[in-house]
């Protein structure tokens, strides 16, 4: 929403982080809504998790610290712990779990006002967004035979 062609790549980029955040936003409650629990803090691995910017705004929008461990290939590294496991390197897997350490915790900063505010105008462009294609419409095989091919 919004584009304009004063739009940067750099304003593109972080329309796409801020998404992936509010997409996150949106899961969590759906699972709260499924399970009546709230949680207190949001671990997070792989390399979108490398984004200080994005950990900011989705701590800011799930109003819970955002924790970024030091290792944050955590797919790469659960399979090294496995095969430690297999070869007897650590004993249980509760020695594993002794292995993770918290790189930074992001904490929330914004107001809760204008997180409300924000994923009012999130909730507000999905609503514009959905039916956009209309069923039959726009296809492939609908471009092909009204161009005659």
Do not use: C
């Not at 590294?77 to 992001?106: C, H, N, P």
């Amino acid at each position: 929403m919004g584009i304009t062609r004063d739009t940067s790549a750099a304003h593109l980029a972080r329309a796409a982080l801020e998404g992936i955040a509010y997409q996150v936003a949106d899961l969590m409650d759906a699972m709260y809504a499924d399970t009546n629990h709230r949680l207190t803090e949001l671990r997070v691995d792989g390399g979108a998790s490398r984004s200080a910017f994005l950990m900011q705004f989705q701590a800011d929008l799930l109003q819970i610290p955002v924790v970024r461990p030091v290792v944050t290939e955590t797919t790469a590294l659960g399979a090294a712990y496995l095969a430690g496991l297999a070869v007897g390197y650590w004993k249980s897997i509760d020695d594993l779990g002794q292995q993770w350490r918290v790189e930074k915790t992001f904490e929330p900063r914004m107001p809760r006002s204008q997180v409300e505010e924000l994923r009012a105008r999130w909730n507000a462009a999905l609503g514009r967004a959905k039916g956009w294609e209309q069923p039959g419409r726009g296809q492939a095989s609908d471009r092909s035979t009204a161009s005659g091919g």
